[in-house]
């Protein structure tokens, strides 16, 4: 299952027509309809019906579609942070990914964010999360895809989405022939749970408070214990990502809630001291001024005793920013600034005036300290 896939189906629903969705995806008829084939044969799923004209959804092609449109608008989220990510310094990307996030989330995107972002070198770490934002707090990811809310005021979250939770329920564990779940009337003695500390645990523990589960089987592993209640060792909460990757036969066995449905945050998080943004702002701020100027001068500067580090721009011709500059510690300090024209400049008559400024830009890099 791909990005591109899931986009074909998205596009194909909206527009009712293989023609109209082929050409609005800037791809031909023939191979748009391959590639919706191929998803259809990945999920054991028709998600389209093709005898009707217009085409239309199927009942559980309704079903996927609200979950395609979720999965394709966070993927141009996390391409917009890789996006972002491309132009740091250094040529390393370093995810990190809930375990419980594992065999869902990453198989969507790594595929898609290589063909993009072809020269980044990206490395996966997958851990519980509270491990994660460890390893983030101490520079050792970029940022991490994991589960929450969580009480760290040093992370900033961004919410990607809300993944609905659904119920494994095997034949010899069905009380009734309801087709929704209540989640009031569970046997909690019934449910296969991962141990305590686990995250997926912290979520069933604030939808089913104070219970009391089946602790017969203790694993940690989710789709162990998935996999356990499909062949009648008890019930089992199913995320829906991890629901689209069970076989057919399988799936007749898995119920929806009844409103409010359960459901985990996944978001993307990362440092509030983001010093890579400050830096890429900067360079920005050059950037913009780039297409007016003749020629641009870039110095590097390093003080390794002070652990003062950055670059100095020097644009010439008639731009409104001539002289920019930033520098850090790489740690927790940023500092930036500009010589900035709120008036068009002329270049000839400014340089003056740019070259004693200048040496102020340059003095004031040189004698900086953190405190």
Known sequence: MTINQLKYVLALYKYKNFTTAAEKSLVSQPSLSMQVQKLEKKLNTKIFDRSKKPIETTEIGEKLIKQFQIIVSESLKVKDLINYQKNKIIGNLNIGIS???????????????????????????????????????????????????????????????????????????????????????????DILIPEKENEFRNIVDDVLPSSIYNEKFKNNNLETLINLSINGNGIAFIPFLNFL??????????????????????????????????????????????????????????????????????????????????????????????LYFETKPNYDSTLPAISYIQKDMVHLIESLKWK
């Open 245 to 338: 990757n069970l076989s057919e036969k399988h799936k007749d066995k898995v119920y929806k809630f009844k409103s409010p449905e359960p459901a985990r945050e996944i978001s993307v998080v990362f440092k509030n001291n983001n010093l890579k943004k400050h830096i890429i702002d900067a360079k920005k701020m050059t950037a913009k001024h780039r297409q007016m100027a003749n020629e641009i001068s870039q110095r590097k500067y390093d003080n390794n005793f002070e652990k003062v580090h950055g670059m100095f721009y020097d644009l010439t011709d008639n731009v409104a920013s001539p002289s920019q500059f930033y520098v850090t510690d790489s740690v927790n300090h940023f500092l930036s600034g500009a």
């Open 99 to 189: 375990s419980t996030l594992e065999s869902t989330i990453l198989p969507v995107f790594t595929k898609d964010l290589l063909e993009k972002f072809p020269d980044i070198n990206i490395k996966y770490k997958t851990n519980k999360s509270k491990f994660l934002y460890n390893s983030l707090n101490n520079n050792e990811l970029d940022f991490v895809i994991g589960i929450t809310p969580l009480n760290n005021s040093s992370l900033a979250v961004r919410p990607l989405y809300y993944e609905p939770l659904l119920m494994v329920i095997p034949e010899n564990f069905k009380k009734d022939e309801s087709t929704k779940i209540d989640l009031s009337k569970i046997d909690s003695k």
